[in-house]
């Protein structure tokens, strides 16, 4: 399973730029060009030290010199210790200040002002203050039940106070015009927009290529307008606005875990209705694994009989499909990942004749034709057996692929004589397994996803076609596939993973998918990731909390601009505020600043805290 326990977690990533110190020296016989020192205030990188070296006899600049003077040193703190090459990989918050060097300049701490999360590709605005009437106001648009539906969330969501008096040259409509009112909801779908905010009470216009793009739109404006409870009224601040947005990554995903412990179909939705707030597109739905089998089959049914936790605890192909168009009209997709050939245990229950032996039950059986019959009647199941089409009719599906002890295959006698007959080590019993299971989901129109484990073992072996889905903390895999040509999706286990509470959001702010690739790859491989919400301890008392507000720094990283989103201390302000927004609209999402994820509120105080 993927839930590494971090026991003592000092995280805390605090960085701020203050200052650029470019300089080049030449030190021992060697040319040192280019060399830049990056500060980081209140920073530290504990038990990375260079031996028992010191500097600071004479200060900042002596320090500079000794550093680029010894193999081995990556940088300094103003304690006078000199620090290993690799401690930018993990700073945390300290009383000392941290100089590092680094090739290029450092960036320009962010000094976004816009009042919006997660921030637009490009916007312009003024200094005007322009007033809406909230008794009059409406859209308008073509003719949509999606739109429409859309338009009367958002005016529930934007006038939840009643208005006072009537106010004097307001805005009363916001127009919204969209190209393509059909396209499927898919990966790579246009989710681009601009959205123009008049300061003369003219009417506000969005358009966009597709209703998705239309939705983004309305959430930006929703953020936009403000209450004043002392006047009662709602206004827009710094108008004339132009916005033009569009995401940096398509594919913005959280993933839940029904297997760990059932979640129902309200509680389910009712995440979902919070993803577009923060511009989440993805639902990654790891439906099943080793501990349960909630999914009713209708192929083969003693899946779910046998292998959910209770009978109550079961999700009906209704039930499904209702959760899936729920999320479509918010312009959220939903792909499904069926975890194999580890991580199936619970299989057995009902279909002992998949599995190695009785007391061996996972990986499943590669010696039989009843595991891929059965994986291709569940597949079709849940594909409709064509591209586009079925229960889950994204063309994205995930096998999994990962956490493969191959133990049980080489001591169960039968397993092992198979694979004697076939000569093949344990190693290709694994492949063997990863492509027939990978051939049945492209039969069925497929893109087929999988855990990073299966480029480890078996690299540019895969079929191009394959999507990398990183996790393992420290690994390479995302930039080793993405510069072998694969499309990745990135999801470091070591910041990108709520189950681990004491990761804070700026760590998850401060991570960047596309960290030592350059642009060129990242444009073209990297597609996305997210934040994966494991279910070992998360249930529906305390989904929501562990999920947010962290979330809302996975869902800025992915969707701003690079340039816009340097350094998680800038985003502080608009971070906090952000955390209200969601409390406000019923979401339960715990203090932004807590040292542990989900915890309550430490003393009495504002929803800032």
Same mark, same amino acid.
């Given at each position: 399973?993927?839930?590494?326990?971090?026991?003592?977690?000092?995280?805390?990533?605090?960085?701020?730029?203050?200052?650029?110190?470019?300089?080049?020296?030449?030190?021992?016989?060697?040319?040192?060009?280019?060399?830049?020192?990056?500060?980081?205030?209140?920073?530290?990188?504990?038990?990375?030290?260079?031996?028992?070296?010191?500097?600071?006899?004479?200060?900042?600049?002596?320090?500079?010199?000794?550093?680029?003077?010894?193999?081995?040193?990556?940088?300094?703190?103003?304690?006078?210790?000199?620090?290993?090459?690799?401690?930018?990989?993990?700073?945390?918050?300290?009383?000392?200040?941290?100089?590092?060097?680094?090739?290029?300049?450092?960036?320009?701490?962010?000094?976004?002002?816009?009042?919006?999360?997660?921030?637009?590709?490009?916007?312009?605005?003024?200094?005007?203050?322009?007033?809406?009437?909230?008794?009059?106001?409406?859209?308008?648009?073509?003719?949509?039940?999606?739109?429409?539906?859309?338009?009367?969330?958002? /005016?529930?969501?934007?006038?939840?106070?009643?208005?006072?008096?009537?106010?004097?040259?307001?805005?009363?409509?916001?127009?919204?015009?969209?190209?393509?009112?059909?396209?499927?909801?898919?990966?790579?779908?246009?989710?681009?927009?601009?959205?123009?905010?008049?300061?003369?009470?003219?009417?506000?216009?969005?358009?966009?290529?597709?209703?998705?793009?239309?939705?983004?739109?309305?959430?930006?404006?929703?953020?936009?307008?403000?209450?004043?409870?002392? +006047?009662?009224?709602?206004?827009?601040?710094?108008?004339?606005?132009?916005?033009?947005?569009?995401?940096?990554?398509?594919?913005?995903?959280?993933?839940?875990?029904?297997?760990?412990?059932?979640?129902?179909?309200?509680?389910?939705?009712?995440?979902?209705?919070?993803?577009?707030?923060?511009?989440?597109?993805?639902?990654?739905?790891?439906?099943?694994?080793?501990?349960?089998?909630?999914? /009713?089959?209708?192929?083969?049914?003693?899946?779910?009989?046998?292998?959910?936790?209770?009978?109550?605890?079961?999700?009906?192909?209704?039930?499904?499909?209702?959760?899936?168009?729920?999320?479509?009209?918010?312009?959220?997709?939903?792909?499904?990942?069926?975890?194999?050939?580890?991580?199936?245990?619970?299989?057995?229950?009902?279909?002992?004749?998949?599995?190695?032996?009785?007391?061996?039950?996972?990986?499943?059986?590669?010696?039989?034709?009843?595991?891929?019959?059965?994986?291709?009647?569940?597949?079709?199941?849940?594909?409709?057996?064509?591209?586009?089409?079925?229960?889950?009719?994204?063309?994205?599906?995930?096998?999994?692929?990962?956490?493969?002890?191959?133990?049980?295959?080489?001591?169960?006698?039968?397993?092992?004589?198979? /694979?004697?007959?076939?000569?093949? +080590?344990?190693?290709?019993?694994?492949?063997?397994?990863?492509?027939?299971?990978?051939?049945?989901?492209?039969?069925?129109?497929?893109?087929?996803?999988?855990?990073?484990?299966?480029?480890?073992?078996?690299?540019?072996?895969?079929?191009?076609?394959?999507?990398?889905?990183?996790?393992?903390?420290?690994?390479?895999?995302?930039?080793?596939?993405?510069?072998?040509?694969?499309?990745?999706?990135?999801?470091?286990?070591? +910041?990108?993973?709520?189950?681990?509470?004491?990761?804070?959001?700026?760590?998850?702010?401060?991570?960047?998918?596309?960290?030592?690739?350059? !642009?060129?790859?990242?444009?073209?491989?990297?597609?996305?990731?997210?934040?994966? /919400?494991?279910?070992?301890?998360?249930?529906?008392? !305390?989904?929501?909390?562990?999920?947010?507000?962290?979330?809302?720094?996975?869902?800025?990283?992915?969707?701003?601009?690079?340039?816009?989103?340097?350094?998680?201390?800038?985003?502080?302000?608009?971070?906090?505020?952000?955390?209200?927004?969601?409390?406000?609209?019923?979401?339960?999402?715990?203090?932004?600043?807590?040292?542990?994820?989900?915890?309550?509120?430490?003393?009495?105080?504002?929803?800032?805290?």
């Amino acid at each position: 399973e993927k839930t590494i326990l971090l026991l003592c977690c000092v995280v805390v990533v605090v960085s701020v730029s203050v200052s650029v110190d470019s300089r080049s020296l030449k030190t021992g016989g060697g040319d040192l060009s280019d060399v830049y020192w990056w500060v980081y205030n209140s920073s530290d990188c504990s038990n990375d030290d260079v031996g028992f070296s010191k500097c600071m006899q004479t200060g900042i600049d002596e320090c500079k010199k000794v550093c680029l003077a010894t193999k081995g040193c990556g940088g300094f703190n103003t304690d006078g210790y000199l620090k290993k090459t690799d401690c930018s990989q993990h700073i945390a918050s300290s009383s000392t200040d941290l100089y590092l060097i680094e090739s290029t300049p450092q960036p320009q701490p962010n000094k976004t002002s816009i009042p919006v999360w997660p921030v637009p590709r490009a916007f312009t605005n003024g200094s005007a203050s322009v007033s809406i009437d909230a008794n009059s106001f409406k859209f308008s648009g073509p003719s949509s039940t999606d739109l429409n539906n859309a338009f009367a969330r958002y /005016m529930a969501l934007i006038f939840s106070h009643k208005q006072g008096s009537t106010p004097s040259a307001a805005i009363t409509s916001a127009t919204v015009s969209v190209s393509n009112l059909t396209t499927p909801l898919q990966w790579g779908v246009s989710e681009e927009y601009t959205l123009n905010i008049p300061s003369d009470g003219s009417p506000i216009t969005i358009s966009a290529d597709t209703v998705y793009g239309a939705y983004h739109a309305l959430e930006t404006l929703s953020q936009l307008i403000t209450f004043d409870f002392d +006047t009662q009224g709602y206004f827009i601040p710094g108008a004339p606005w132009k916005i033009d947005d569009a995401p940096r990554f398509s594919h913005r995903e959280v993933l839940i875990d029904s297997s760990r412990h059932f979640l129902p179909v309200q509680v389910v939705q009712d995440l979902i209705s919070t993803f577009p707030y923060s511009k989440i597109n993805t639902v990654h739905w790891h439906l099943v694994d080793e501990q349960s089998f909630p999914f /009713m089959s209708p192929t083969y049914p003693k899946l779910a009989k046998y292998g959910a936790w209770t009978s109550g605890e079961r999700y009906t192909v209704n039930d499904v499909a209702d959760v899936i168009e729920y999320a479509r009209q918010r312009g959220v997709r939903v792909y499904v990942e069926i975890d194999t050939p580890g991580h199936a245990g619970c299989w057995c229950n009902g279909h002992p004749e998949i599995c190695p032996s009785p007391t061996c039950t996972m990986p499943l059986n590669p010696a039989t034709e009843d595991t891929f019959n059965l994986l291709s009647g569940l597949f079709k199941d849940l594909t409709g057996g064509a591209r586009g089409q079925g229960l889950f009719y994204d063309n994205m599906m995930h096998l999994g692929g990962d956490e493969v002890n191959t133990k049980c295959w080489t001591e169960t006698p039968s397993v092992a004589k198979w /694979m004697q007959e076939h000569n093949f +080590t344990a190693d290709q019993t694994y492949e063997y397994f990863v492509n027939r299971t990978q051939a049945i989901a492209h039969s069925y129109g497929r893109d087929v996803i999988g855990w990073e484990e299966i480029w480890d073992h078996f690299g540019t072996t895969l079929d191009k076609s394959t999507i990398i889905h990183q996790w393992l903390s420290g690994s390479k895999a995302a930039q080793e596939a993405a510069n072998a040509g694969y499309r990745v999706l990135y999801s470091s286990s070591d +910041t990108w993973y709520f189950p681990h509470l004491g990761v804070t959001w700026q760590d998850m702010y401060n991570t960047d998918p596309c960290k030592n690739l350059t !642009d060129a790859v990242c444009k073209s491989n990297i597609i996305g990731g997210g934040g994966e /919400m494991w279910g070992e301890t998360v249930d529906t008392s !305390d989904l929501q909390q562990t999920i947010w507000p962290r979330l809302a720094a996975i869902g800025e990283r992915l969707w701003s601009p690079k340039n816009g989103t340097l350094e998680a201390y800038a985003a502080q302000s608009r971070f906090d505020n952000f955390r209200c927004l969601l409390n406000k609209r019923g979401v339960i999402a715990a203090p932004s600043n807590n040292a542990q994820a989900r915890s309550s509120p430490p003393q009495p105080g504002a929803c800032l805290q």
